[in-house]
């Protein structure tokens, strides 16, 4: 077996691993488990770091945009705060759907996000924001600021997604979406599960713990 040297790393964790980004709650790091082209739900295993199917989608909608979480966020006490009905967080990182002109066909990638909105959606009572991002530098969304930037449709394809993504024959939904907010909200949402992780997971805030890019 080669001795170990200084090239021999583990991967980061991408939940606890990764910053959240230098410039957040305003352009944060977004790690990507869903794609435009997936048929199958999956999620980030929070044991391993590594993607896990979660399920196949029963309908035929597909995501419209890339979806994923900001690294060292926690949607807990904060977050729930800021959504009117909610019992609790989800206490999972906060979600981020990101807009890209380019379609991004590969999961498990790291890119800059910049923050415009966000879906308030409950999910079973619990507070599961989904936060919509724009790729930082794109050459046809990469301008906008906020979501009353971006055209309505695309957030409608948004919202039809995550008020079905759950659905299955016989059952009610437990998805509640109320009215799309804009960037001012989104990045007090942002701060908050910021603020909640570093409040759920003290032991890995030490400065300097974080890869940055």
Known sequence: MAPRTAFHQFRPHPWHGLSVGKDAPSLVHAFIEITPFDLVKYEIDKESG???VDR???T??????????IPRTYCGERVKALM???GRGDHDPLDICVISERPIGRA?????????GGLPMLDDGEADDKIIAILDCDH?????RDLSDLPEILVERLNHYFLTYK????????VEIGTPYGREHAEKVVRASMDDYSEAFPSTMHEGDAVQY
């Open 167 to 174: 659905w299955a024959p016989g059952k009610t939904t437990p």
């Open 84 to 86: 009117p009905g909610a």
């Open 50 to 52: 590594f993607l896990r």
């Open 56 to 58: 196949p989608q029963r």
């Open 108 to 116: 498990e990638t790291l890119l800059n996000a910049r923050v415009v």
């Open 140 to 144: 046809q969304w990469g301008h906008l």
């Open 60 to 69: 035929s909608s597909l995501p419209p945009g890339l979806y994923g979480f």
